[in-house]
């Protein structure tokens, strides 16, 4: 199978560590006490991931497609009184 690239987002937790999510594979979520730890532990469930999708014949999600942007808002929100 060809390399497959995938975004990752890391949220640092307020007990420590950080918690990883692939956005384009639902429920893959990882933990890390640091940064590399947090990779690494989410490149051995991304390829978990695969691994149980390709033996369950199905669809291998790509990032092909995918065009990614951020945004900065300013909305103007009230606080109650």
């Known amino acids: 199978m060809a390399e497959l690239t995938y975004k990752i987002r890391l949220q640092k937790e307020p007990e ?35 691994e149980s999708l390709a033996a369950h014949g199905e669809e291998i999600p790509t990032e092909n497609n995918t065009l990614e942007y951020s945004l900065t808002v300013s909305p103007d929100i009230k606080q109650p009184a």
Do not use: F
């Open 16 to 50: 420590g560590g950080y918690t990883v999510i692939v956005p384009l594979l639902p429920g893959c979520i990882s933990y890390g006490s640091d940064v590399d730890e947090a990779i690494k532990m989410a490149k051995e469930a991304v390829e978990l991931y695969i």
